[in-house]
């Protein structure tokens, strides 16, 4: 068996931190996809990992060599409500691996089989969820997002239980840590402050190790978590991406997304959308987003309270100080990403009212979230363009023409010349999202005929967002009225 560069270091923690345990292998694995660009980032053989050897390993079936599989154990605050016990339910984190650019990431199997954190689960996942985690993390990946990856995905030639009995998979993920607040919570909430303290090395050391310099190294660690999220969050806001699932459990201290379960993109803009089935009171809605973020940080805080100082009032004044910087950093990165899709430089005081007069126009007409601002850049400069321009399939309707003319007067000052302020906002608007649509489909069509085509080539559509191509304009449409989805599901 080929060997894998893996270098484990979460496993010289305390055991109390984990589980030792195997994958428990499948009936008849199966090949799906592979990452291949993604594997020779890593280091990785591609062809090996497409072999019917590297299928097995993929699967849970074998354990390379090197890998020292857990699942690792952390507490989360789940719709606002603690669970003191949670864990790696379905997944099984195979080792470390160092790729050739020096960074360390994890390799995870997800939906390989039951583990202690289970709680009463099969520890599988139907196809559905896989193909849905694969499509949309690395579609994030292409939009610039820091986020999880998909290294492969396998069929497990066995069934899963859940609405109905549907076909199972193993998503293999890649990720700089699975290291979550609700980590930090489990251990805070036992009064262990020398697991806490542990953790807190542990983390500086891999993610944040300019902190080790500080006066306070996990005071440094904790502003520079919070800084992280405050741009992640950023990001999704300009992009129209709803999480689905904001849990501390699902919050990464490394600062990527992870867990894309009931995830989808807006298509028309409403700040009220949520698309989660387990959702319903609308907690995680679009424009709650920055909130939760903010809410969920402060548990942080306060869990990291016994190790910021020995002082318990100035460890309250230390963390309050940070967590309330949150909304200052949030505000930066996200007016900046607005300046940066609506080709504005330095944004003016009264450039407030006019993104405000955007967003209500994209909501009093319903206005498709991307769209809109890509032909926004084909109006920054009318004359230029070229194959970038969306115009000619998708005409930028009256209600958004309103408010452009507002818009093409205040750009005007701008010091850049029309085509570089378009080529910049065409660089800052993508044409292609995961389109729930369309990545329902794709799933329809794996789930019920064990046809993976459409996944591929969605796949393959999404894998450069910025650049217009006219022959895959359909991914770049909106659905019809019949198409929209209008829940999405976990699939545990």
Sequence with gaps: MQALPFDNTYVRLPEKFYSRLNPVAVDKPGHIRVNRGLAVELGLDPNWLDSA????????????????????????????????????????????????????YDVQLKGSGPTPYSRGGDGRSPVGPVLREYIVSEAMHNLGVPTTRALAAVSSGELVAREQ??????????????????????????????????????????HYPEAAQSENPTLAMLKAVIHKQAELIARWQVLGFIHGVMNTDNMLLS??????????????????QVYSSIDQRGRYAYRNQPGIAHWNLSRLAQ????????????????????????????????????????????????????????????????????????????????????????SALFPAPQGLLDWAEEWQQRIASEPTSGEQRQQHMYRANPIFIPRNHLVQSAIDTATERGDFRAFHKLVDALAHPYEFQAELARYATPPKPEEVVRQTFCGT
């Design 165 to 206: 009995f549907e076909p199972g998979a193993v998503l293999t993920r890649i990720a700089s840590s699975h290291i979550r607040i609700g980590t930090v919570e489990f251990f805070a909430a036992r009064g262990d402050k020398e697991a806490l303290a542990a953790l807190c090395d542990y983390v500086i050391r891999r």
């Design 303 to 390: 869990a990291l309270l016994p190790v910021l100082d020995t002082d318990e009032d100035a460890a309250v004044a230390s963390a309050q100080a940070a967590i309330d910087q949150f909304p200052v950093l949030f505000l930066d990165a996200h007016t900046g990403g607005l300046a940066n899709k609506l080709g504005i430089q330095t944004l003016h005081e009264n450039d407030t009212e006019l993104i405000e007069g955007l967003f209500q126009a994209m909501a009093n007409h319903g206005l498709d979230f991307t769209l809109t601002f890509r032909q926004l850049a084909d109006l920054a400069d009318p004359q230029h363009g070229g194959g970038q321009r969306v």
């Design 255 to 272: 600062g990527e997304t992870i867990d894309y379960g009931p995830c989808a993109f807006m298509d028309q803009f409403n700040p009220d």
């Design 53 to 104: 050897e590297g299928t097995q390993v993929l699967a849970g079936n074998q354990v390379p060599a090197g890998a020292d599989p857990i699942a690792t154990v952390y507490a989360g605050h789940q719709f606002g409500s603690y669970n003191p016990q949670l864990g790696d339910g379905r997944a099984v984190l195979l080792g470390e691996i160092i790729a050739p650019d020096g960074e360390r």
